[in-house]
């Protein structure tokens, strides 16, 4: 199993301060996290901080997101109420749906969406799928701006980084017919009011029609009987930072095309090639019947990259791409056991098509026969079960091997490539294993990094590809209860599809975000990012008294209830799994209690404490400290200083305390109390409930309460009987 990086000469916090714009706690994240340099942290961990679940099972309740950081909302593609769902992101610890675009009047589900400067575009296909589809443009607030024509099934859609364009890939998937496949290129650079159908150019692929003998020799893969601008369904396009140039999967045809933008042309194919899965390093466990065993193994099979989700990143000046791996068919495939090997190949051939060697193993039925005698000379499986890096010219520059085979296989030994709508042990060993097919780059201060999504198993992997040639494993993040059932939202994430990566200047928080969206379970998930260092302080799986020192320390409880006590610096503490006792001490700390209900004081210092999943107690104590409760029901004491407290999810209690708090309670509908004193400072209060059921707010040393009609609005006015102290507001 890959091991995390441990060079210590990783720098990844800049030291360039806050981003403008954030207000106090993003001021006292980003003071704290600036303070580190090369010598303190050599990698990042990510912590699930949050979650959205539309409790709807299986039927692609959350696919795609993109978020806009003006308004602090996730835009979620929901197919299966044919809607763009909104989240208020403002509190990512608990985020809430606050409304919903219904796209059933352009077509029939939204496909995709993208947002750059304040404008949400989607992606929505027809009724019939075979016909053109829509690009609809709507404001954050979810108003209708305009809508142009497309191609047939717009499958996926981005911005150019400076937003003047959005790229689409129609797919053009066929049915009783075949529509062409293409790519719509939409100028927006006179504004999306001005927007007309004459701004949508297309760049498509007629040009190599008539060349498809000479593709499939150079690698292309094309269906006989198809010209190739039916054949190639382009999958999900990846901009280059200049803008100039886009990368475009062609996922069943094992290629990607590459484009031109400002002319809007193809200017090249870049066959994929093969996998050699006898290498080492190269295995895969390709059966689903072999004696509930785990059997990575090197075999005679060529694996077909056949990418899903492609993203772009430069190191040195030069581009590359990155892509899952996650393979497709188009019903094309047969279980090995039933080919005719050849035998000069093949010369074990009855042995490998056993079942519980190769004889499941799903692979191309019109692919493999290279003499054209009728036999198999090669076999060719579908997807790669890995992330790779590429090129700009296409060459293979890295690829993870078997890597993410071999680390669920020791995570998850009773539940190895189960499915994600059952816990069937084995169960896609023959068919793609864990099927890689969302990816998203990231930059985290001087460092990039890949975030893969796992569809089948679950979970997203993390390397640092800042070497484009030696990427590093960083983390794997699974949240999946293999003990539940997958149809019980304690199960938890099923099926990533949609990754989105948020940078820490455009964050809600100050620390960098990763929001996954998983369309088995229809769940929303939030993951903060924050400084890791592998050689500090790491317990056990049982409760122990973990203890900081004069230095920066990062601490990770891992499992048990643990006792964790910072030092007199800056510290990062983690808490892990069980009911953790944290405290910061001295320094500006950041403080996760992840699961468990956890007891978290940040005590002096400017503090940033994440409460998690439970019902936590947390406490700011001196400094101004920034409190998420979380889910579950909490109790967050500000303490001395200007604090800022996010209730979440649950029946929470606040108290401010002394100094000018802001308290936000968050929009999930529970009854929150809030305990206000006279003569502890001016307290502002978010996201108040009334009525029925509404928030509660206590109140002491309070000498009158009066009641003031101005106009429409009833004022309710408190004082303490101290002229001139204008108390609560």
Known sequence: MPTPSTNDRMCIWDSRGPARGHGPYFEIISHFVRQFNCDMVNTIKLTEIGKYTTGVFDRGAAEISAYDPASKRLFVVNAQAATIDILDLSDPTSPVQISQIAVGSFGAVANSVAVKNGTIAVAVEAVDKTNPGKVVFYDANGTYLKDVQVGALPDMLTFSPDGSKVLVANEGESATVDPEGSVSIIDLSGGVSNLTQANVTTAGFTSFNGSEAQLRTEGVRIFAGKTAAQDF????????????????????????AVIDIPTATVTELQPLGLKDHSLAGNGLDASDRDNNAININTWPVSGMYMPDAIATFSSNGQTYYVTANEGDDRGENRSVRNLTLDPTVFPNAATLKLDANLGRLSVSGIDGDTDGDGDYDKLYAYGARSFSVWDSQGNLVYDSGDDFEQMTAQLFPANFNASNDNNTFDNRSDNKGPEPEGIVVGTVGDRTYGFIGLERIGGVMVYDIT?????????????RDFSQNVQLPAAGDLGPEGLTFISAADSPTGLPLLVVTNEISGSTTNYAIAPNNTGGIVGTEVGETLNGS????????????????????????????????IAGNNGNDLLFGESGANKISGDNGNDAIYGGADSDTITGNNGSDTLFGGAGSDNLNGGNGDDILFGGMGLDTLIG?????????????ATDTIFYNSSKGRDTVNQFLTGTGGDIISFSGIAAIDVVQSGSNTLFRVGDGIAGNIGFG
């Open 657 to 669: 305390d002394a100094g000018n708090d802001t308290i936000n309670l968050g929009f999930d509908g």
């Open 233 to 256: 369904e382009p999958e999900y396009i990846a901009v280059a930072a200049d803008g100039q140039t886009a990368y475009v999967t062609l996922q069943e045809n094992n290629s990607v």
């Open 550 to 581: 004069n230095q920066i320390d990062f601490i990770n409880g891992l499992g048990g209830s643990d006792r964790i006590f910072g030092g007199n610096q800056d510290d990062v503490i983690y808490g892990g799994a069980g009911n953790d006792t």
């Open 467 to 479: 070497n484009p040639a030696s990427p590093e494993f960083v983390q794997y993040l699974n949240n």
